[in-house]
């Protein structure tokens, strides 16, 4: 592999401003452990090596079982593994990241509202763009995991 730039080096001041949504997304009205679920769900969508490696560690780290992090893929079929709200907001998750397909449909977007209130919708569409953001640079720059730079 050929060496690629480290982003976060020669860009400092847009990755302290990306770093400053994470913090307050960290800060903000859903549940850490929900959107570190959605944080993976999207980098699993986009392929981000990087970003799968992290917010596994993470979620562990929280306490998620392992059938629930092993499962995440198959979220859909995973039955009551998942509450309401998680399916709400991986449903979500998934319908933003794959905005290219279909666009973001009124009965997608009627469902989440069902189930979150207009802050909590928008801290999580916040956190699925961000996340999105950051695939695009893990996987344009090859950051490698955590699991690979042992």
Request: aromatic share 10%; with cysteine.
């Amino acid at each position: 592999m050929t060496h690629r730039a480290d982003y976060a080096k020669a860009s400092p001041d847009a990755y302290r401003a990306f770093g400053g949504v994470y913090a307050t997304l960290q800060q903000a009205s859903l549940p850490k452990q929900l959107v570190d679920l959605v944080y993976l769900r999207v980098s699993q969508i986009n392929g981000c090596a990087f970003c799968i490696d992290m917010h596994s560690r993470d979620l562990l780290k929280s306490g998620l079982s392992t059938d629930k992090l092993v499962l995440l893929p198959v979220w859909h079929d995973a039955g009551a593994m998942f509450s309401v709200r998680e399916r709400s907001a991986l449903a979500w998750a998934e319908t933003v990241t794959r905005v290219a397909g279909a666009g973001v449909p009124d009965a997608d977007y009627q469902a989440a509202a069902a189930e979150f209130s207009d802050r909590e919708l928008a801290d999580l569409t916040y956190a699925v763009g961000l996340m999105n953001a950051f695939n695009r640079f893990g996987i344009a720059f090859r950051t490698q995991p955590a699991a690979v730079s042992a």
